[in-house]
């Protein structure tokens, strides 16, 4: 009876030391470090009896939400299972904002590494960027623990990554010049005088 009192408190102790994190999906040496779990074998076997038992939900091998993965933004998702610095940005903003209406299949984000990868139902394509562009945050607007590009940043990237790319809706000219000179990424002169 006593163990299983002690082993309730500990398990209360965790998912409140999570509580406080305010996140909702971690990679397991996340996990480690707020638990203060160091050997190996505790953390997997910890983990297991987690999921088993509903407390904790398993997105992939390593990475571990607290609510089932359809119930959590796909955009936070994408960004937490990147598991370094990365943003929103390319089709996916530009997408929501109505400037591209293609259907897009995956949700593009902007990071230190290229990699296709899904997460559940959700897909996802990260365009790789040099650190110089990548950690200026021009542009760059943070909610609800999501980092997002706005519409003119989105398109500075995009036309950086594709010079040729179609936008279908308005556009800002002079604001996309303005955070294409601000980043050092190359003028697209061209683009600044077609109607869109």
Known sequence: MYRKQKRRMRNDSRFATLARIGEM???????????????????????????????????YNGFYTLKPIASINPLYLGLKALHSYGYISTETVLGNTGIMQQGIAYN???????????????QYRVRKLADRYLFNDVGIETKDGIRMATPERAIADLLYFNPRVYFDGPINWPRVKAIQKTLGYPFTPKRYTTPS
């Open 25 to 59: 999906a971690f990679h397991s040496n996340d996990l480690a470090n707020a638990w203060g779990i160091t050997n190996t074998n505790t953390l997997h076997t910890t983990l297991k009896r987690y999921y088993k038992r509903g407390l904790l939900y398993r997105a």
């Open 108 to 122: 593009t984000l902007v990071g230190s590494v290229s990699k296709t990868f899904h997460v559940g139902q959700n």
